[in-house]
């Protein structure tokens, strides 16, 4: 029996440990109930929903008689593959479960999808609880599954090589568009209509509450990644890699990256930062993740040591410009490796691994701008886009129905202004003050609702 994706099960693992290693006590325990709930709606709505979305035109992309059922993708015809139309709640059309190998894909990617899942939740942790849950609810059912399906399921991102002549079409090895691009998109959309973070003096590092787990968690995270990578996922079908490149490369991103953002944290701070090195880490291997079989050794140490030093420059743009309640650093892992990982893949591919991906014929692989030309680089960027819209307007969509449900809070009293001040000839009654109307109320502010304001940092 094939069990080799059992360690993507690493992954959320990882991220849960990643992230309880950054919070202080309190916040940790408000955090593991709602970790457990995202966990169980991602497995529920990948189910229900999502895995018929994301791998209901599988058939499409490999011929295999043991997935014969999964073959309905909507657009198709056109080569613009939206959504899969079979295979909910991991069933037939005609009622019966589905086949073996159909089951082995649903355990294949489902620890993708709760990562996904997870990321989002952890950042919203700080939000109102009923917006982490609809959040993941949505992700696991229905956002990050089609999403999946553009990508890795024979959708419209994937064809871009057939239908545009870009390249091999938008490539991702691992899943950096999946589990860090459009978590991080999502999550931004929702934040940037949330309150955000009290203004306060010079930045620095954010401190490492339990240093210990959340370097484990990033160990954890990377070596799921490569287990899962490794074990030859659906989407890899009909491609050709050198398997042990891809790995060396994975390590070579990961000891680049720690490698930076330590040396910034000492420049920065004047020592070592734990909580840096974790995060700075999970960059680095989310960075090299997108392009670790197509890229050459030394590319792959350069994508690894940009990333290092790109993650403190992110986490600063989100946590001290933009002022976002991430509790999980979601929003500025994702700019960093999802946003450059994808990026390198269209620059520094070398054409020596790829053969046959997204089913291009040739002898070729996957080149980039410095072996081949521009066109999978163009790729990479229109599926950044699709991707990043995709999540982006989930969340502002979400976020923009959260602030609709905000308490609004009426003074009881108005000043005048000065000028209005009564003169001291003008009757002792003349007040200053004026009391408001009856119907308006002041807002309890000692007992705030636990789900309707964020947590005080």
Not at 50 to 60: E, M, N, Q
Not at 80 to 86: D, E, V
Not at 285 to 312: C, D, S
Not at 314 to 335: I, N
Request: proline content about 7%; some cysteine.
């Amino acid at each position: 029996m094939q069990t080799n994706w059992l360690w993507g099960y690493l992954i959320p693992i990882g991220v849960l440990l990643l992230t309880w290693g950054g919070l202080e006590p309190p916040k940790a325990r408000r955090v593991t109930p709602l970790a457990a709930l995202a966990l169980a709606l991602a497995v529920i709505g990948y189910w229900a929903l999502g895995y018929g979305l994301h791998l209901g035109g599988a058939y499409v992309v490999n011929p295999d008689p043991g997935l014969q059922g999964l073959g309905r993708l909507y657009g198709r015809e056109a080569d613009f593959g939206l959504f899969g139309m079979s295979g909910f709640a991991l069933t037939w059309d005609a009622g019966e479960i589905v086949s073996p190998m159909a089951l082995g894909l649903f355990l294949s990617y489902l620890p993708i999808m709760a990562s996904a899942v997870l990321l989002v939740t952890l950042a919203l942790a700080e939000a109102r609880r009923w917006l982490s849950v609809i959040a993941a609810a949505l992700t696991g059912a229905l956002i990050a599954p089609v999403a999946a399906c553009w990508v890795w399921g024979g959708g419209w991102l994937s064809q871009l090589g057939h239908t545009l002549e870009l390249g091999h079409g938008f490539v991702d090895y691992g899943g950096s568009a999946l589990l860090l691009w459009l978590p991080a998109s999502f999550a931004a959309g929702v934040l940037l209509l949330q309150p955000r973070r009290p203004l306060t003096g010079n930045p620095a590092p954010p401190p490492a509450h339990s240093p210990l787990l959340a370097n484990l968690g990033a160990l954890f995270v990377g070596l799921g990644w490569i287990g899962w990578t490794l074990a030859g996922p659906f989407h890899f079908y009909g491609a050709t890699f050198d398997w042990n490149r891809a790995a060396i490369n994975m390590f070579l991103g990961m000891a680049g990256a720690v490698f930076t953002s330590q040396l910034y944290a000492w420049l920065a701070t004047g020592e070592l930062e734990p909580l840096f090195a974790a995060r700075g880490l999970t960059a680095g291997w989310g960075a090299i993740l997108a392009g670790a079989a197509f890229l050459p050794p030394w590319a792959a140490l350069i994508v690894g040591l940009m990333a290092g030093l790109l993650f403190p420059f992110m986490l600063f743009v989100t946590e001290a410009v933009l002022r976002l309640r991430d509790s999980a650093a979601t929003v500025a892992l994702g700019l960093t490796g999802g946003l450059w990982g994808l990026l390198s893949v269209g620059l520094f591919a070398d054409g020596r691994a790829g053969a046959g991906w997204n089913g291009m014929a040739g002898p070729r692989g996957v080149a980039g701008l410095f072996a081949q030309g521009e066109s999978q680089l163009v790729a990479q960027l229109l599926g950044l886009l699709a991707v990043g819209a995709w999540g982006l307007l989930w969340g502002l969509l979400l976020g923009g129905i959260s602030r609709l449900s905000l308490p609004r809070v009426h003074p009881t009293v108005e000043a005048r202004p000065v000028s209005e001040v009564a003169a001291p000839d003008e009757p002792a009654t003349a007040l200053t003050v004026e009391a408001a109307p009856a119907e308006e109320t002041v807002a309890p502010a000692t007992e705030p609702a636990d789900d309707e304001t964020p947590v005080a940092e």
